[in-house]
């Protein structure tokens, strides 16, 4: 390396290395060439020169991910040397540093998945928190951080990985496998770590029954060093439970099946083009608001008075300029319209709201689990409608009301409780598949997490 280039390495001077560029404008370039360059970036990184550091990431953004002849990049070498505030500045630079894969395929999250230490779990943290993809990225051997984690005894990692995981709804990474096979859980049981193998087991996503590629599953593998009875009889029942619901298949028996009913209702009303859905859900909405509203205001209004005395020998009822009776007893606050045309306009109203909800529940349904609320909003918003229907029947008008009521909680039924019913049900199956899980997103490749 050129000695003035190191001298201003030495002294971490930024000034010093642009006044030795002007000089030499090919300086940096000089002492980077072949395949797999030593660049000036790497000596900065493994040296902690910060300011120099990141004023070299400037200039040459390509440094900052080239590997040397070890196979590391600059950050890679700040990690070594424990040099983290070198770390933290590249990072901020660019936060998909993170997920550069050096020597054996292992990141800088890898790396600090890997190594125990206070500060080196709070960088972890750092890392997570800032490119969220740096989970998908898997080593030579297919281990995800968690494995590296588990694998090197780092229980402060672990517990860093598993709480993250749990909060942006990635817990199914813990079911993936390394190239033997093993998921986190089968190398808690093999390595007998023992608190490590409690949290997964309590953990609702992992499945107790996957067989790594020896055909064994976690709970042959282990064996509890504390000799805590209880604990193997718990786990024995879990087992029990899990082999009872849900028997392991594997991928290629599942899509040996015929597509499940869920699959099929998708595969139908799954609505790719976003414009698309985006427009049914706005017409289907105002449909909705309208008809909810029509059930509020029906045609005629509401009485505003009462009247009780109607002649006992008189049989003429006289009428307004739009033909609604007005002789007939009422009190404030009925609903004008009566007889058929009352439970007419109720019925079709009642479809038309119930077509728009079963519209938006139908498109909310395939994007679950992510619309979970939706759904839920809109069966308390078709309660909500019931309620109103219910209450401005008129007493006298009870047995209409009943069949309204009940002909609209079978469509509601119908409509919500069965859709929720079969996608439940599809759900089991997919718990019972025993898949590698070695990519991102789900099996049938209908998310892609980036």
């Known amino acids: 390396m050129d000695p003035r280039l ?8 930024v000034d010093e290395l642009h006044s030795f ?3 030499e404008p090919k300086l940096l370039d000089r002492a980077c060439k072949g395949p797999f360059p030593n660049t000036p970036l790497h000596v900065v990184a493994a040296a ?8 070299m990431a400037i200039l040459k953004r390509s440094f900052t991910r080239k590997l ?26 660019d936060p ?36 969220n993809s740096s989970i998908n990225d898997l080593t030579s051997r297919c281990e995800t951080a968690v494995h590296v984690a588990v694998k090197n005894h780092n229980l402060q990692a672990f517990k860093v990985l598993l709480g993250w995981l749990m909060r942006v709804y990635r817990t199914n990474i813990l079911g993936w496998k390394d190239q033997d096979g093993n998921t986190v859980l089968h190398i808690a049981a093999s390595e007998e770590q023992l608190e490590i193998f409690k949290l997964l087991i309590g953990c609702a996503n992992v499945n107790v029954n996957a067989k790594n590629f020896q055909d064994k599953t976690a709970l042959e593998i282990f064996q509890d060093p504390s000799g805590d009875q209880d604990l193997a009889k718990r786990l024995y029942r879990r087992e029990r439970q899990a082999r009872f619901f849900t028997p392991t298949l594997s991928l290629s028996q599942f899509f040996s099946t015929k597509p499940t009913v869920y699959e099929k209702c998708k595969m139908f009303l799954g609505i790719r083009n ?7 859900l706005i017409m289907s909405t105002l449909i909705a608001t309208a008809s909810y509203q029509a059930a509020l205001t029906p045609p005629g209004g509401y009485w505003q008075d009462n009247f009780t005395n109607t002649p006992a020998n008189s049989t003429v009822v006289s009428a307004n300029t739009s033909g609604i009776a007005i002789g007939k007893p009422h ?35 395939t994007l679950l689990p ?9 069966a308390s918003f078709g309660i909500a409608f019931l309620t109103t229907i219910e209450a401005e029947f008129p007493k006298s008008q009870q047995a209409g009301e009943y069949l309204v009521a009940i002909f609209y909680d079978l469509l509601m039924t119908t409509a919500m409780g069965l859709p929720l019913y079969v996608r439940v049900t599809y759900v089991g199956v997919v718990k019972r598949i025993d898949a590698t899980g070695r990519h991102p997103g789900n099996f049938l490749g209908t998310k892609d997490w980036k």
């Open 68 to 93: 040397n002849p070890e196979g590391y990049s600059p950050m890679h070498l700040a990690l070594q040397h424990e040099h983290y505030s070198t770390v933290r500045a590249l990072m901020t630079l």
């Open 331 to 365: 009190h404030a606050g009925d609903i004008i319209m009566h007889g058929s045309q009352l439970s007419m306009f109720t019925i079709i109203n009642s479809m038309v709201f119930w077509a728009s909800m079963s519209t938006i529940w139908a498109t909310a349904i």
């Open 21 to 23: 560029i002007v000089e």
């Open 48 to 55: 902690g020169k910060t300011q120099v550091a990141m004023e």
């Open 274 to 280: 976003e414009s698309a859905r985006n427009i049914i």
């Open 96 to 131: 998909k540093l993170i997920r550069v894969r050096g020597r054996c395929g292992i990141t800088p999250l890898h790396y600090v998945a890997g190594k125990e230490g206070d500060m080196e779990v709070e960088l972890l943290a750092e890392f997570l928190a800032t490119c």
């Open 6 to 13: 190191q001298q201003a390495i030495e002294h971490d001077d």
């Open 370 to 378: 992510d619309s979970a609320l939706v759904l839920w909003s809109i």
